[in-house]
């Protein structure tokens, strides 16, 4: 086993350009001896593939915009109408946060118990919406 060598592309090339260069004859003979035969590389022929003619459009080019038009004056007034009613809308839920934000920030100042009458000591029990640990959060008098 030791006259094994690995070959190289270029022996390889070699060995099939001789084989294909032998005469008929020596084929014949090879093939009524059963010795093996190399035989040339097949090449498969391959269609080029048809390029397209069509040019692609850019992807940040704009599409067509109408024309502008006046707008009719019931357009305007309806224009006008929803945006107050949005403005009205908004001023509500600005309103709305603004309570909540200062009941939550002062409810330490603004809690009294009736009962012993003490005066910001208020704790809420609190739960985490995503783990589920629960806990107290507030203020306990100093002992």
């Known amino acids: 086993m030791s ?38 590389k097949i090449t498969p022929k391959v269609r080029a593939i048809p390029q397209k003619t069509e040019v692609a459009q850019p992807l940040n080019s704009a599409p067509q915009k109408a024309p502008l038009r006046a707008a009719s004056p019931s357009e305007v007034e309806l224009l006008r109408a929803t945006v107050a009613d949005l403005r009205n809308r908004l001023e509500r839920i600005e309103a709305t946060v603004m309570k909540s934000q200062k009941a939550s920030c002062d409810i330490k100042k603004m809690f009294h118990c009736d009962s012993c009458n003490s005066q910001g000591m ?14 107290w959060w507030g203020w306990w008098p100093k002992k």
């Open 3 to 40: 006259d094994e060598k690995v070959l190289s592309q270029a022996d390889i090339d070699a060995i099939l350009a001789k084989s294909a260069q032998r005469p008929a004859a020596a084929v014949a003979t090879s093939q009524q001896q059963n010795v093996p035969v190399n035989k040339p």
């Open 122 to 135: 208020v704790a809420l029990y609190t739960k985490c919406t995503n783990c589920g640990k629960e806990n």
